[in-house]
């Protein structure tokens, strides 16, 4: 007589979870990739929002040698901070408009209401933002490093730890953003909620230029910034979701 035949086990929720959880996140990726297409379209279209920044950015940083001096060597001393301070605040200039428009169209609150996470709407705004925004000012501040009379051995650092810490800045101000959303003039009360948060991405932002302008090694000084990266693009998103369901509430 033979052995009774094992029916097969059933599949549980724990066998079937991660398998549907990794299915769930990379079924998103196409429609992502079609809200950032759309967003950075929509962005270029507002060409304002693109000059002011870097408008700001240039102006300032040219118009400081006959603030503080022509001196070369004083020029060269101040260039990291003054480039890193000038970054920072073209950057949130163009923070308040993040989703501004959105809201007053009614088109932030549309996406809200839908049954898929705000995550990923939030973080495609944010990179497209960060695209128009911050990529540019990094790309320019070689150029304006030169004109500052910046030592070369600077250049590549301030390239490098500009494209690090201004995404970052976008994320971060993209909380910010999403916190006063809702108010008619949030300008002031933008800047000192995300200003404090800003604080760290500037001091290792110049001190990573600084370092390699006096020798020695900047790999700490950016893998720091690396860091606050990645724990900004994991979180800051989630905080800026909440934010605009708490600021579409009131």
């Known amino acids: 007589m033979g052995e009774p035949a094992v029916p097969p086990r059933a599949s549980t929720a724990a066998d079937t979870s991660a398998p549907s959880a990794s299915r769930s996140a990379f079924s998103r990726l196409p429609g992502f990739f079609t809200l950032l297409r759309t967003e950075f379209t929509l962005a270029v279209r507002r060409r304002s929002d693109i000059v002011n920044p870097l408008l700001f950015f240039v102006t300032v940083l040219a118009m400081m040698p006959l603030g503080i ?21 073209a950057t949130l200039l163009s923070q308040e408009s993040l989703f501004r428009n959105d809201y007053e169209d ?43 009379n910046l030592g070369a051995a600077g250049y590549w650092p301030l390239l490098v730890s500009l494209l690090l810490g201004t995404a970052s800045l976008s994320l971060i101000g993209g909380v910010g953003a999403a916190l006063t959303v809702a108010l008619q003039r949030p300008g002031l009360l933008l800047a000192l909620i995300i200003m404090p948060l800003y604080v760290p991405v500037l001091i290792f932002g110049t001190g990573t230029v600084q370092a390699a302008l006096d020798g020695y090694s900047y790999g700490p000084q950016l893998a ?27």
């Open 224 to 250: 720091i910034l690396g860091a606050i990266l990645a724990v900004a693009a994991a979180l800051a998103p989630l905080a800026s979701a909440g934010a605009i369901r708490i600021s579409l509430e009131n």
């Open 106 to 148: 009614g088109s932030l609150e549309q996406l809200a209401l839908q049954p898929q996470p705000l995550y990923f709407p939030v973080l495609a705004k944010v990179l497209v933002h960060w695209l128009v925004t911050g990529l540019p000012l990094a790309l320019l501040s070689p150029l304006l490093g030169m004109m500052l």
């Open 69 to 89: 001096g022509p001196e070369p060597e004083m020029l060269a001393r101040m260039a990291p901070g003054l480039i890193w301070v000038m970054a920072l605040l």
